[in-house]
């Protein structure tokens, strides 16, 4: 039994060592054998070792040679962005889409195929045609398939616990997908991948905390803590969409009244839009006959006083849903995006405001909160964020290069 439990102790070992030298590589871009040594505090004969075993397994690479102002110049290590590939799938209500992806996060090929209806024997033979498509147009090693979907999702088992648009319920697309393709395979929501790309791949990222929050006909929140997605013990963190918000509100289809996407999702702030315009004939809204969130916008910055209404109504239950988020989480930066990104400062000073006075001042105060459009690839570059983590250990570093 010791015998098995050293020889287990000296693989974790290993394993780590492994991800440890191939994650600092990948965060760092270039960088040579000793200052990996230094970084990781692993010795040199071990970073040696490890190095080898990457570059054995074509992961990483020799790039030449760096610069110093005495001794020898090292040689510098990194990382072949396109050693693999990975299969990431987006799925929403109208279409699926896919793309082949690198280690980078760069698409390197991308599909669509339009869902004909959303009954779920069709959208699950969508999903396969879609992954088909591109695991035979693959031309590296497939790491796994990374795939977001809307409703609520065991990611541990990968199992889609309900999605109504769907009818889905216990469905195990982890399972079913991984005796097709037999590759590790990875589930989220569309919310929680959302965040996983604006956390991972951001340019700007000094926190291991993030919360994103995707206002569309639904509204849902990507939570990443400690660097690693959130999804609480029965998988539902995030389903702020049904925290209710305003008493004696208007009845949800979950069956509560006064839910937040009763009173801040998209189109309700459009039908808000056009009911306070439908008062005020002197509304630039009055004259629009199917007003967009770029339209409502505009007209705000113009001192259109409905829609200025109509945005002020939706930032404040938005706020009242993010000071919950903050008071119980204390994240210092929350995202808002989705179909109300056009709306920018305008939505996101009324949530700040709310934000103000409904926590602690000193939580609001430390606070940001960005109203931003995402790049629309974000779903399928987030999709891929998990197999990155779990399979090679690329979780993100906060450190400057």
Request: net charge neutral.
């Given at each position: 039994?010791?015998?098995?439990?050293?020889?287990?102790?000296?693989?974790?070992?290993?394993?780590?060592?492994?991800?440890?030298v191939?994650?600092?590589?990948?965060e760092?871009?270039?960088?040579?054998?000793?200052?990996l040594?230094r970084?990781?505090q692993?010795?040199?004969?071990?970073?040696?070792?490890?190095v080898?075993?990457l570059?054995?397994?074509?992961?990483?690479?020799?790039?030449g040679?760096?610069?110093?102002s005495i001794?020898?110049?090292?040689?510098?290590?990194?990382?072949?962005?396109?050693?693999?590939?990975?299969?990431?799938?987006?799925v929403?209500?109208?279409?699926?889409?896919g793309?082949?992806?690198?280690?980078?996060?760069?698409?390197?090929?991308?599909v669509?195929?339009?869902?004909?209806d959303?009954?779920?024997?069709?959208?699950?033979?969508?999903?396969?045609?879609?992954?088909?498509?591109?695991?035979?147009?693959?031309?590296?090693?497939?790491?796994?398939?990374?795939?977001?979907?809307?409703?609520?999702?065991?990611?541990?088992?990968?199992?889609?616990?309900?999605?109504?648009?769907?009818?889905?319920e216990?469905?195990?697309?982890?399972?079913?997908?991984?005796?097709r393709?037999?590759?590790?395979?990875?589930?989220?929501?569309?919310?929680?991948?959302?965040?996983l790309?604006?956390?991972?791949?951001?340019?700007?990222?000094?926190?291991?905390?993030?919360?994103?929050?995707?206002?569309?006909?639904?509204?849902?929140?990507?939570i990443?803590?400690?660097?690693?997605?959130?999804?609480g013990?029965?998988y539902?963190?995030g389903?702020?969409?049904?925290?209710?918000?305003?008493?004696?509100?208007?009845?949800?289809?979950?069956?509560?009244?006064?839910?937040?996407?009763?009173?801040?999702s998209?189109?309700?702030?459009?039908?808000?839009a056009?009911?306070?315009?439908?008062?005020?004939?002197?509304?630039?809204?009055?004259k629009?006959?199917?007003?967009?969130?770029?339209?409502?916008?505009?007209?705000?910055q113009?001192?259109?006083?409905?829609?200025?209404?109509?945005?002020?109504?939706?930032?404040?239950?938005?706020?009242?849903?993010?000071?919950?988020?903050?008071?119980?989480l204390?994240?210092?930066h929350?995202?808002?995006?989705?179909?109300?990104?056009?709306?920018g400062?305008l939505?996101a000073?009324v949530?700040?405001?709310?934000?103000?006075?409904?926590?602690l001042?000193v939580?609001?105060?430390?606070?940001?909160?960005?109203?931003?459009?995402?790049d629309?690839?974000?779903?399928?570059?987030?999709?891929?964020?998990?197999?990155?983590?779990?399979e090679?250990?690329?979780?993100?570093?906060?450190?400057?290069?």
């Open positions: 039994m010791d015998h098995l439990l050293e020889k287990a102790t000296r693989r974790h070992t290993k394993d780590h060592n492994n991800r440890l191939l994650r600092t590589i990948y760092y871009g270039e960088i040579s054998r000793a200052e040594a970084i990781t692993l010795t040199r004969t071990t970073v040696s070792e490890v080898g075993d570059i054995e397994r074509e992961l990483v690479q020799e790039v040679h760096g610069s110093i001794g020898r110049t090292p040689m510098l290590l990194s990382v072949i962005d396109n050693a693999r590939q990975m299969l990431a799938i987006s929403t209500n109208d279409e699926i889409a793309a082949l992806v690198n280690l980078r996060g760069s698409l390197v090929r991308r669509t195929h339009a869902l004909p959303r009954a779920g024997d069709t959208v699950l033979a969508t999903i396969y045609a879609v992954a088909d498509e591109l695991t035979a147009a693959a031309t590296k090693p497939l790491l796994g398939i990374g795939i977001n979907t809307p409703g609520l999702i065991d990611t541990s088992s990968g199992t889609v616990l309900r999605t109504i648009n769907f009818g889905w216990d469905l195990p697309l982890r399972a079913l997908l991984h005796t393709y037999g590759i590790p395979i990875y589930i989220a929501n569309d919310s929680q991948t959302l965040a790309a604006r956390y991972r791949f951001a340019e700007t990222q000094d926190s291991p905390n993030l919360v994103v929050v995707k206002v569309g006909r639904g509204i849902g929140a990507g990443v803590l400690g660097g690693h997605l959130f999804a013990d029965g539902g963190a389903e702020i969409g049904h925290m209710v918000v305003a008493e004696h509100g208007a009845l949800c289809k979950c069956g509560n009244y006064g839910c937040l996407e009763t009173v801040a998209s189109a309700v702030i459009l039908a808000r056009r009911d306070l315009a439908a008062a005020a004939p002197q509304s630039v809204l009055h629009v006959d199917q007003p967009t969130m770029s339209i409502l916008a505009a007209a705000a113009n001192g259109d006083q409905a829609a200025n209404a109509a945005i002020a109504e939706a930032g404040y239950f938005l706020g009242i849903a993010v000071a919950n988020i903050v008071g119980v204390n994240v210092r929350i995202v808002i995006t989705g179909r109300v990104a056009p709306l400062s939505l000073d949530v700040q405001s709310t934000l103000a006075r409904r926590v001042p939580l609001a105060r430390d606070t940001r909160i960005e109203v931003v459009a995402l629309p690839d974000a779903p399928l570059i987030g999709a891929i964020a998990p197999l990155l983590t779990y090679l250990g690329l979780a993100r570093l906060h450190t400057n290069s």
